[in-house]
Structure formats: structure tokens, C-alpha cells
């Protein structure tokens, strides 16, 4: 009798309709229509970036689209290795670069709820190194001659500060200063250090601007993945690992590719200009600089399940990761008024507020439907990488997209356009 009881159980349950928590997982869309996309329409993805590869402008890409927890669009084109003549896969993967920062914010915020990590603390509380920090400002002197000068602070860097780039620091690799200068001569890129190599070395060059006055582009999730392992006891890989992408299910995200998987690996074509493959970090072993910048690989389903994770409010398939309120404050505008902006020159992550958007912690977020050449609605959020991944979340529209590309040329911005116009366009509902 509990034999047949327990065989019915387990009738009805590959047979009965998904829970509303299995329905927000990553599950495939009967049709685009059944959520209110364009089967037509999205077509036009595959067609465009088809036309990139045949014209040799990207080796290929990987495209996933979601809407109301379901997959409406998931295809590959191209090649994963142009100069091999090995085709893209949806299963290869990419390195993300700074789309590792949503990745390691979310790990920081997990620390903020319990109680191990405060947003208002000065980052000296938990990294001596950075209490002394000065602001290097550039001044003339009497002949004319323009010299570093250093100032006291007006307010401490905080961690929240790093969490949305307001820190002081900056990258030594956008435009060009005097304190920048001083980061290249501390190689603070270079991929033999240690993440608390690089603090050592940060903490001995002047701030770039005055903590909380400047949103710069930054160092600062470096800073803020060495206070994780600082907090936690851990190292950022294993934090990681453990906390965020082991629960996930992102099986194929981390900071380095296991040798197993490395012929899933994403490269880019060679450069038409010099016939070789342009410089990009080296995941095919555990490196010593574990990037929370910039350092992991993922696949576009493993982004994926991130990206609904964040869209349902802090939780997957049963786990809960962060408290709905603390996904909702991620994606709130936390740029002061009156806060200075170093802006890039792409409209995506464009964070000047009278350009209809500013950041959040971790990512760039909507706060106007217009004043914008990109579509999106008030209250989405995403970020890009520089090898020209980027991503999208939309709340309002219940709708995520993820895009995969190895590509260094100028077609990243281009993309990173092409990416938001393309999946708002196929909303027909």
C-alpha cells in the first residue's frame, strides 16, 4: 500500500503545474507570445548579430531573455573561437569582467544583513591601511608648473561609498590625472598581486577625489572584495563560491575556468590591424589577484539565473539569498544631488541623472523613462563588462536580458546599445 501511495505521489508531481517558485526559475516559455514577446521580433537579434559576424566586427555571442520567469529567447551565433573555426555554444563561457561587481556587491550585502558589515563605517575600520589616506589635488605653483598637493579628507571613504563608486578612489586606465599616473606606476592592475597587495599599494597613493563629492568609475569593489575577506575569514573565491554562486546553481561562474571546461571557453578574434589576439585575462588557472572588480567567468544561463535571482527580489528556486527590502535598496538611486560625475561616453552606463539614469550598489539604475536614447523603465538596473558582456533587469517589465561577447573593439558600445533597444522592442504585451 505505501509502495502504490508513494508511486501516485510521485505521479502527480511530474505531472501537476509548477509552483509559483519553480515558475521563477529559468524555466523555458512555451512561446515568446505566452509572455508577451515577439517570436518575430526577436528574431531580429539572431539576424543583427549574424550580420556582425559575417561582417567580422565579433567572433560570435550568446543571447538569453527572460520575461515573467520564464526563457522566451535563448540562442547562440557565431563562433566561440573564430581563428579555430569552433562554433558558439549556449553553454560556453565568458569572461565578465565588471559584471563581477553586481556578483560581489550581492556578497557584501549579505554580510550588511547580518551585521558583520556596516554601509556607514569608515573603511579604515576594517582596512587600517586606508586611515590615513590624503586627496591629491593638482595645483600650479609660481613658475606655472602644476604639482600634486596633498589634502586632508573632508569626510572619511565609507563603505557605502564603495559600493557606489563616491570612495575617492578611481582607475588609472580612463582619462588622465596625476594621481592616475601614480596607479600605472603602481602596476595596481597587475594580475601577480594579492588583493591585499593592492590595498597596500592604494593606501600609499593619494585619493583622486574627496570621498562622497565624485562618482568615478573605481578600484573600489577591489577594496570592497578584500573587507570580505577580511569580515568573513575567507577568501573572496571561496566567500563567493560558498555563499552566492554555490547556492545559485551557477555552476560555471568563478574566477577561473577548471581545466575540464577550458575548451568551453570564449576567445576573442584576432585583431585585423596587428593579426593577433588582443590581451585579455588569462582563467585557465587560479590566479593570485582575485578581481572583484573584474575577474570571474560565467556562462549566459548561469548570468541568467542571477539576474532572476535579483528580479525576484533576493531569492531562487526556494533560496533566499538577501531580504527583499535589501534588493529594493540596491536598486534605489544613491548618487547625493549635486554628486560630480566622470562619465563614459556610452549612453548604457551613462549614471549623469539628467541622462535618465544613476547608480545604485553595483549597477547603474533608471530613474527617468526618458531624457535617455536607451529604452528602458524606471527602476531597471544593469551594468557591462569591458570585454563587452552587459546585462539588464527590469522590474516593471518583469523582464531580464543577458548578453555574451569576447569583443575588444569599438563594437562594445555599439552592442551595449543594440542590447537594450533589441529586447524592449519585442515587448508586445
Known sequence: MKIIFSLALAFLAAFSLPTPIAAQGLVQAQSAESVGLSSQRLKWISNDLQAEVDRGEIPGAVVLIARKGKIAYFESVGYR????????????????????????????????EEGK?????????????????????????????????????????????????????????????????????AKVQDANQTTAELVTKLSKIPLQNQP?????YSMSIDVLGRIIEVVSGMTLDQFVAQRVTGPLKMSDTGFWVEQSSQGRLAQPQNDPTTGK???????????????????????AADYARFCQFLLNKGQLDGVRLLGRATVEFMASDHLPIGTRVINFPFPVIDTRANNGQSFGLGFAVRVSPGRSPIPGSTGSYGWVGVYGPSFVVDPAEQM????????????????????????????VE
Do not use: C
Not at 581563428?83 to 550588511?112: N, Q, W, Y
Not at 596633498?150 to 582619462?175: A, N
Not at 562622497?212 to 568615478?216: A, E, F, K, V
Not at 582575485?290 to 575577474?295: E, R
Open 117 to 185: 558589515l556596516s554601509l556607514p563605517a569608515p573603511v579604515s575600520r576594517y582596512l587600517p591601511e586606508f586611515k590615513d589616506l590624503k586627496v591629491g589635488v593638482e595645483k600650479k605653483d609660481e613658475s606655472g608648473k602644476t604639482q600634486l598637493v596633498l589634502e586632508e579628507p573632508v569626510q572619511q571613504m565609507t563603505v557605502y561609498d564603495l559600493l557606489r563608486h563616491t570612495s575617492g578612489l578611481t582607475y588609472g586606465i580612463f582619462g588622465r590625472s596625476m594621481v592616475k599616473t601614480l596607479y600605472n606606476e
Open 400 to 427: 531580464f536580458a543577458v548578453f555574451m561577447v569576447q569583443d575588444m573593439t569599438s563594437m562594445r558600445g555599439s552592442n551595449w546599445t543594440l542590447m537594450r533597444v533589441l529586447p524592449y522592442q519585442a515587448v
Open 212 to 216: 562622497g563629492t565624485t562618482w568615478d
Open 277 to 299: 589576439r588582443p590581451p585579455m585575462l588569462d582563467v585557465t588557472s587560479k590566479p593570485n589577484f582575485l578581481s572583484s572588480g573584474g575577474g570571474m567567468v560565467s556562462t
Open 81 to 112: 573561437d573564430r581563428e579555430a573555426g569552433t562554433p558558439m555554444t549556449k553553454d560556453t563561457i565568458f569572461r565578465v569582467a565588471s559584471m563581477t561587481k553586481p556578483i560581489v556587491t550581492v556578497a557584501a550585502m549579505m554580510l550588511v
